[in-house]
């Protein structure tokens, strides 16, 4: 049942403390503004109501203050606290809160409690922020706060800014308040969900108010949601005001809602549930209330745990007897559906800085205070001292139960080979009872089952059926259950595998001819190979004996599909590991599945150091018959002798090939003039040259680069220059050459008479980028500047020349 939606207004309120701290000066004065202008209003601080309420901000002792009246220019019911302060969530800053309708008659002071925001950047709560959770006041205009910061610490108490936030969830503001958000809602009554269910023998799950019920508006929520498996609890309470009626209830909850959404930046309320003092049980973040949705609610330890929020403030008063509850109804059912043992612990890793460092291991009862994972009094003493009867009761409830229920692998290959034939499963019983284990299979036959009684689960399946013949290959369910006196266990189950088919290793080998010599050149080979299966696989490299002279990659856990591994081309020897002499290698692949079974296959690896250490001298070269650089000796060093071809080549294809024929061991060459096979001119470009050698160990390649460039360099310089005698001249320049990386740039300054007074050498300068140069003339007059720039295949730009006159 839904009701027609309703409005809610949400004002921020900024009210800026000049540094309120130890010996800090009071708060600059806020002017008042109109609550009716179009945007968000500003506070009107009005003047003080009580006389409790403190003076300005006072640096007597050793306590700073600051306390004032906020008109928030509406009705509202909800108010959350940000502060701005100098050590996020600092505990010797303190703030107190009433409220007031009319701005005579106040509530009692209600302390606030501060959590350090997760809003995401831009948000009103962002990261930097340390945020309150929403008040609930019923019906208010006005708040009265006071802030006290003590002093003591490292760094200084100081709190730079006090924002407020009011929330109308309600819709009923009076129309002549200004109204800058809207909030839909549904549910605005609750009927018979406090109603005391029957007694069931198994944890049931109790009537939950579902976010459609409560008014949840689905645009506020961003992102989707995320899953982990529910280990642990953390109890909260929201810290609001305890006079909400039953009626007032899900507008409390939309109102956590939009807090937590629009002003704390998150994508999500916060509590995976929220109980009221009435008993309700409502859903909280989105996801599904029986799945392990994380959620916002404890910094550092979301993952793998619930929050459950008491709606209300519990430091004192306790939480009533029908919130209680129905609490234990909720953690009785929610821990049953993971099978946790109430009265356990649970070891979680931190994932965020706050009172625990990121990635400590803690250790937190399962169900806990948030107290105890955080710098926050939630869920109140009052709240936190029934913690233990609440684990009491959850225990007691719906007993008995399958604590922790386990097996010993996931899937097993019951092939009779000694290596995981069998398969070993467990669980706790909360109290005696008779148990089984049933073994279904896909089409949900039982092919298996063990009995016994106690409180220990034990068994252990062998792959067979009741007449001892092995099961097939396929996927298994194991169902455990117990039953006592009081009643039928909720059943646990475990999916194993039942795997005797070893997987399949295909098209092992290197990719290349290994050649470690240090040339950095195929100094090592890329193993590949393709498996059928996920697994874990190793790598091992054996020489022509069959020895094994390098494991090149241990068990390793590898996807189904096409891999690849590197080797270093190293062996291991009595010295350690040395590069692998010539021969042809074995590279044998083991891939293990989940089961146990092992696939092997292998391949060769072929190890040639006949060749290296390729390189072109002069590597950029110019063959315009001018006799300088005119070919480039394309250089290699062979080991032992071989017939050897040299051929050059550019991403088109293969444009000269030099066979140079059976070739002595030692450093040799080929030479290239820049002609094709044709005879003809090779336009300039960059080039590849691939020596290929030939011998009874085989043929092995080995590549490097060439650079035929007959682009002259084109320089460009100001034609003119006038300066100040006394001054520098500038002379900003450009040399463009798309076959050189740099450019040799040389300056010549002489004298009107033709006299060489000086030599500037800019040296290798990056080609195509702008660069300066400066000379200080020596006297009044005229001068010539000259800049002749050559590329790295020795071909000369045409002078530029730059006439300077100083003045």
């Known amino acids: 049942m839904t009701t027609p939606p309703t409005k809610a207004k949400l004002v921020t309120v900024a009210c800026t403390l000049r540094a309120v701290g130890s010996g800090a000066a009071a708060p600059e004065p806020i002017p008042a503004a109109s609550p009716r202008s179009a945007g968000p209003p500003s506070a009107a601080v009005v003047g003080q109501r009580a006389a409790d309420a403190g003076g300005p901000v006072s640096a007597a002792g050793d306590t700073a203050r600051a306390s004032g009246v906020v008109d928030a220019g509406f009705r509202f019911n909800m108010v959350a606290v940000l502060l701005d302060s100098a050590v996020p969530y600092d505990r010797r800053v303190t703030v107190r809160l009433r409220w007031s309708l009319d701005g005579s008659t106040w509530s009692a002071w209600q302390p606030v409690g501060f959590v350090r925001s997760e809003g995401r950047p831009g948000s009103v709560g962002d990261a930097a922020s340390t945020c309150s959770e929403p008040l609930w006041v019923g019906d208010a205009r006005f708040v009265q706060y006071t802030v006290a910061v003590a002093t003591g610490g490292d760094r200084p108490a100081q709190v730079s800014r006090v924002r407020f936030s009011f929330i109308n969830t309600k819709g009923d503001a009076d129309t002549a308040d200004s109204v800058v958000g809207a909030l839909k809602s549904g549910l605005a009554t609750i ?147 993971n099978h946790v043992d109430p009265l356990g612990t649970a070891t979680m890793i931190c994932g965020t800085t706050e009172r625990f460092r990121a990635g400590q291991t803690v250790t937190f009862p399962v169900i806990a205070g948030h107290r105890q994972a955080g710098y926050t009094s939630c869920p109140g003493n009052a709240a936190y001292g029934l913690l233990p009867e609440i684990r009491a009761a959850v225990a007691q409830r719906g007993e008995p139960k399958i604590y922790a229920p386990w097996t010993s692998l996931m899937a097993f290959s019951p092939d009779g080979d000694s290596s995981r034939d069998s398969v070993e499963m467990g669980g706790t019983l909360s109290e005696r009872a008779a148990w089984t284990v049933r073994i279904k299979d896909a089409q949900g036959a039982v092919v298996r089952s063990f009995a016994g009684e106690g409180t220990t689960i034990a068994a252990t399946w062998d792959g067979r059926d009741e007449t001892g013949r092995r099961v097939p290959d396929g996927a298994y369910t194991l169902v455990m259950s117990g039953s006592n006196d009081h009643g039928v266990t909720r059943a646990a189950t475990i999916g194993v595998t039942v795997d005797t088919v070893d997987p399949v290793v295909s098209g092992v080998g290197a990719t290349a001819v290994a050649s470690p010599n240090g040339d950095g050149i195929d100094d090592g080979a890329t193993i590949a190979y393709t498996t059928s299966e996920a697994g874990s696989a190793r790598v091992r490299l054996y020489d022509s004996a069959g020895r094994l002279v390098r494991t090149v990659e241990g068990w390793t856990a590898v996807p189904a599909g096409s891999r690849t591994v590197v080797w270093d081309g190293r062996v291991t020897s009595s010295t350690g590991l040395v590069p692998a002499p010539n021969g042809t290698y074995a590279a044998k692949v083991a891939l293990k599945d989940a089961a146990g079974n092992v696939g092997n296959a292998s391949g060769t690896v072929i190890v040639n150091l006949t060749l290296g250490f390729p390189k072109a001298k002069p590597l950029y070269f110019s063959p315009n018959a001018d006799g300088t650089r005119d070919t480039s000796d394309l250089t290699f060093a062979l080991t032992r002798s071989a017939t050897v071809t040299v051929t050059v080549s550019r991403p088109t294809g293969v444009v000269r090939t030099i066979a140079l024929g059976p ?83 040389r300056f010549f300054v002489k004298n009107k008479a033709g006299d060489l007074l000086k030599t500037i050498d800019a040296g290798w300068e990056t080609a195509g980028v702008a660069h300066t140069v400066s000379y200080k003339p020596p006297r009044r007059g005229t001068f010539t500047i000259t800049l002749i720039a050559a590329d790295r295949a020795g071909n000369v730009a045409p002078p530029c020349r730059t006439t300077v006159t100083v003045t």
């Open 191 to 337: 009927a018979g969900v406090c109603a005391t269910p029957a007694a069931y023998s198994l944890a049931q799950r109790p009537p939950i108010v579902m976010r459609s019920q409560w008014g949840a508006d689905e645009s506020l929520r961003s992102g989707s949601p995320s899953y982990a498996t529910v280990r642990m609890v953390f109890v909260h309470h929201t810290a609001g005001g305890n006079s909400y009626t039953q009626a007032e209830s899900p507008a409390i909850v939309r109102g956590i809602y939009y807090y937590h959404t629009r002003i704390r930046g998150w994508s999500d309320i916060g509590y995976n549930f929220l109980v009221d003092k009435y008993g309700t049980i409502y859903e909280g973040r989105y996801g599904g209330v029986t799945k392990g949705v994380i959620g916002a609610q404890v910094l550092g330890f979301n993952t793998h745990s619930c929050g459950v929020s008491i709606m209300g403030t519990y430091d004192a008063v306790r939480p009533s007897g029908a919130a209680v509850y129905s609490l234990e109804k909720l953690l009785a059912w929610k821990l049953d559906l």
């Open 663 to 745: 070739v002595a061991a030692g450093r040799e060459k080929a030479v290239w003039d820049g002609l094709n096979d044709a005879g003809l001119r090779v336009g300039s470009g960059r080039f590849t040259f691939t020596v290929t050698a030939a011998n009874a160990l085989g043929k092995v390649s080995a590549s490097a680069k060439v650079t035929l460039d007959r682009y002259v360099p084109v320089a460009s310089v100001p034609a003119t220059r006038t300066v100040r005698y006394g001054s520098r001249v500038k002379i900003r320049y450009t040399v463009k050459d798309p076959y050189s990386r740099d450019t040799r740039d």
